[in-house]
Structures are given as structure tokens and as C-alpha cells.
């Protein structure tokens, strides 16, 4: 399986993939979630794309995108079965971290028409044991039996751009990103956002 980002975050340490985590949480305006075993973080970018970070006290992690412009958007088909499906081979104490919780931004709920019970959904759904990160064995099978680019479709490249996976990640390379993207009205405007952005990365040290 090659993919820059896949392979750039495989080989990221676990400290380093939390603090970016962080950093992406607060420049987003996120507010961190407890959850039972775990701390939520995540990013969006205000236009229905998102990336969403469970640690638990373990040391797992579970990983869930989402493009809304996506073949993997599952929440527009309301295909609860299919969205479940996308779990599979995620230990149970991961998955429950999505199941039957609140909806929130980044995350609304698919509901099982038979049972009530509901699963947040994610176009990509990846996790990390401890040493190694995975891709949903039911992610992987669908994509395979459907011809999808998982990477690609799953939201997960671009999701994950912002994090720099690979590169540094540093308040220049933020303000210089949002340069890129029109941002500044001016230098000064470009100054200040930076001593702010430098102050959220020194409390995510």
C-alpha cells in the first residue's frame, strides 16, 4: 500500500502524531473531548471535511476522515450496514468510542433502523496499535471490491495535509500556508496572526 501520507505518518512518533493533533485541534477552534479512555481531538475545515483523533490512555489511537465531496461520503446514502461494515477488524473497545455517542461537528451519527443504536460516521476509518497503524480491514475490503482510492476518497489525503505528516510542522509553515490561501490583508496582519500562532504552538510544546 503506497501513500506519501500513509507512509509519513507510519513513521511519525506517537508523541509527535498527539502534539500535531493538538496544534490542528486549537488552530481549528476545536474544543478537546474527553470520552471515556480517551481524549477527542480533531480538525475541520469549516466546509464539511474532518479528522478526528481518539487517544486512548492505552496508547491506541483511532483515526476517522471525511470528505462530504467524496465516493466514501456514506452519510448521504444512510447506509448504516455499509458505514458498520467500515469497522471491521477495529478492536471493539476502539469502535466504542463512535458508537451510540452524541453527534458533534466533524461527526454526525448513522442509525441502525433496527436496533436504534447509532455509529459516527467516517469516509476512512484507520487505528494504531501501539506499534503500527492499519487501515479498517472493512475500509480496505470495500474500496478493493468497489475500485475506490482509499486515500483519495476516504478524505484522508486531504484531511491530513495540514499536518505536515513528513515535514515540519512550525508556526511559519502555518502563516505561510495561510499566506498562500489570501489570508493577510497586509503585513502587519501577517505579523500578528504569527506571534499568535507561535503562542498556541508554545502551549502545545
Do not use: K
Not at 477495529?90 to 466504542?96: E, G, I, N, Q, T
Not at 443504536?117 to 476512512?124: F, K, L, M
Not at 497503524?133 to 491530513?160: K, M, P
Amino acid at each position: 500500500m503506497s501513500n506519501a501520507t500513509w507512509e509519513a505518518l507510519a513513521a511519525t512518533p506517537l508523541e509527535e502524531v498527539r502534539r500535531r493533533a493538538a496544534v490542528l485541534d486549537e488552530l481549528a477552534e476545536v474544543e478537546p473531548v474527553l470520552v471515556p479512555g480517551a481524549r477527542r481531538l480533531a480538525w475541520n475545515d469549516s466546509g464539511g471535511q474532518s479528522a478526528v483523533w481518539y487517544f486512548a490512555e492505552d496508547g491506541r489511537v483511532l483515526l476517522l476522515t471525511f470528505d462530504h465531496e467524496a465516493t466514501l461520503n456514506l452519510y448521504a446514502e444512510e447506509d448504516y450496514a455499509l458505514q458498520e461494515s467500515f469497522y471491521a477488524g477495529v478492536p471493539a473497545s476502539l469502535v466504542d468510542l463512535v458508537r451510540d455517542r452524541l453527534e458533534n461537528y466533524e461527526s454526525l451519527n448513522l442509525t441502525d433502523p433496527a436496533t436504534g443504536r447509532t455509529i459516527h460516521y467516517a469516509g476512512g476509518v484507520f487505528w494504531y496499535d501501539g506499534a503500527d497503524w492499519h487501515v479498517s480491514e472493512g475500509t480496505a475490503e470495500h474500496c478493493r471490491r468497489e475500485e475506490i482510492d482509499l486515500f483519495g476518497e476516504s478524505g484522508f489525503d486531504y484531511c491530513l495535509r495540514d499536518y505536515r505528516f513528513g515535514a515540519d510542522l512550525t508556526p511559519e509553515a502555518v502563516v505561510e500556508s495561510r499566506d498562500e490561501g489570501g489570508w493577510y490583508g497586509s503585513e502587519q496582519e501577517r505579523e500578528a496572526d504569527l506571534a499568535r500562532v507561535r503562542e498556541l504552538f508554545t502551549r502545545q510544546a
